[in-house]
């Protein structure tokens, strides 16, 4: 297809060929000029969304790429560099501390409030020595043969209600402020029971887990576990895994029909001229408290799936695809072909809109400006808060309560952190094309460190928009045909160096990187 056929093309198709070929659909636009030649050219980039509904393209990247590191560092059998930290990292890496550390953890003044014993309904914690690892045990079949099991494991929220096809059976009885409380303060459990499940297993437990959301839209983790752990002694970390919110109490709202304003120093009631109470006198008021009790309190459902994987084989392969399964859906999008069904989708859709009411008014943290309608200043405030109005994302309905990132990876999982990873996969492929005496696309050309004979940067890259949909689809299809011709080259570099490239870093739908 040449550029001339462009005039037969809309923008549409022009579009669908972009994604069919895994071309970004929504490039960002840079003008690139040559100052030795004065010659300039529009460079289009791709935009990195990671939502299939944004940008196909660049969302199935972005999980291929999550597919490899998953499988990188699951099976490890030596230990990674420990002093690359991973940039995915979300928890404590220290996993051992006691269970006095982890109530008190936090800031000072939340220390007061907190209790530091365990909950008495909940089972105890064994206590194990710990063992300065990262990997599974091996183990030694009669046959003589070695293996390195890991684990997969998913595990869920409690119940708020009956559901029917992803949708409450009867919404009046369904407790969504529970259920938004729960989602929103997910991240928190979830960090807690890796602490417990490293001091309990005796070894530094590593892992590559997602976020992803139930159809009840609920949010549940599937985790990739490195090594070998005993199914009871999971499930009695599940079960003795809690999360205490020593908040002050957020039930009843003080600010609804008004709000407090800005005074110069913090947030005062219009109305009478008293200032809020700020979030240490709150916390400092709860710590008086003789009956004090935490705002809220959280643990796993009772439905939780565990699995002993050994890799290399295709049960492996196939967790790693439905771990990393919906990571480029976001969290309101609809997971199943059923939910498209006219009468489930505007139940679906109502479940949504009652959970999202919830989410809008509820505090995501201690610096969340929904504190103001409960008559308490967040922390550090600033001018400009307004209940209801958070910039967390975990407050849109297109989030609904997962507000932080949707991949978590442990600090030692592969050594290497995701753009390490992204550079793996470009230099196989630069590597099999010389193997094959291709030479690759010179990808540096227009680098900005790229200089001209008087010392300065040759390449001068500036902001720039399509002028109209006619350049749009100029620079899209170009952008294809570069495409073509590089999986052309690589597919027949394949073909050359088959003994050598046994781990191909472009999938067969093209979505691997460029040369």
């Not at 949909?469 to 299809?477: M, S, T």
Request: aromatic share 6%; charged share 30%; glycine share 6%.
């Amino acid at each position: 297809m040449s550029i001339r056929m462009l005039v037969d093309l809309t923008t549409d198709m022009v579009r669908e060929l972009a994604i069919a070929e895994r071309v970004c659909i929504r490039p960002l636009l840079r003008r690139v000029l040559d100052r030795e030649t004065g010659t300039e050219e529009t460079v289009p980039i791709p935009c990195g969304s990671t939502l299939e509904s944004v940008c196909p393209s660049c969302a199935h990247k972005a999980r291929i790429l999550r597919m490899q590191q998953c499988a990188e560092g699951w099976h490890l059998g030596t230990e990674p560099d420990q002093d690359q930290p991973d940039q995915d990292h979300d928890t404590e890496e220290n996993g051992q501390e006691d269970e006095q550390d982890h109530e008190q953890a936090g800031d000072e003044s939340d220390r007061r409030v907190r209790s530091t014993r365990r909950r008495p309904d909940v089972v105890d914690l064994p206590r194990v020595a710990a063992e300065d690892r990262t990997i599974g045990r091996t183990f030694t079949s009669p046959d003589g043969h070695e293996y390195r099991p890991s684990m997969f494991l998913t595990l869920t929220l409690p119940s708020y209600g009956p559901i029917t096809d992803g949708a409450p059976t009867d919404p009046e009885s369904y407790d969504y402020r529970r259920a938004a409380i729960d989602a929103l303060l997910f991240p928190r459990l979830v960090d807690r029971f890796w602490q417990n499940l490293r001091r309990c297993a005796g070894y530094k437990v590593q892992y590559f887990a997602t976020v992803e959301p139930q159809r009840r839209l609920a949010p549940h983790l599937h985790a990739a576990i490195r090594g070998a752990i005993p199914r009871q002694l999971l499930r009695q970390v599940i079960r003795a895994t809690y999360l205490q919110v020593w908040w002050p109490s957020f039930d009843r709202p003080v600010f609804v029909q008004r709000v407090p304003v800005w005074d110069g120093t913090g947030y005062m009631d219009a109305d009478t001229g008293e200032v809020l109470p700020t979030w240490e006198q709150a916390i400092a008021d709860l710590a008086d408290d003789p009956d004090n009790r935490p705002a809220h309190v959280m643990r796993f459902g009772s439905q939780a799936d565990i699995r002993g994987i050994i890799a290399p084989s295709e049960e492996a392969d196939r967790a790693i695809r439905y771990l990393t399964k919906y990571l480029t859906k976001a969290i309101a999008e609809p997971l199943t072909a059923t939910d498209e069904d006219v009468v489930v989708d505007e139940r679906r859709m109502a479940h949504i809109d009652r959970l999202h009411a919830q989410l809008r008014w509820l505090p995501c943290s201690e610096h969340c400006a929904n504190w103001l309608r409960y008559g308490i200043q967040p922390k550090n405030p600033t001018p400009g808060m307004q209940a209801g109005h958070c910039p967390s994302k975990a407050h849109d309905r297109e989030h609904l309560g997962v507000g932080g990132r949707r991949v978590l990876v442990s600090r030692h999982w592969s050594g290497k952190t995701l753009a390490e990873h992204k550079a793996d996969r470009a230099t196989v492929v630069r590597e099999t094309l010389h193997a094959a005496g291709i030479v690759p696309p010179e990808v540096e050309r227009l680098a900005a460190d790229v200089t001209a004979p008087d010392g300065l940067p040759r390449y001068v890259w500036t902001d720039t928009r399509p002028g109209d949909a006619g350049e749009y689809r100029k620079i899209i299809f170009a952008a294809i045909q570069e495409r073509r011709t590089w999986r052309e080259q690589y597919d027949a570099a394949k073909i050359i160096t088959a003994p050598v490239d046994n781990q191909p870093a472009i999938d067969r739908d093209g979505g691997g990187p460029s040369p």
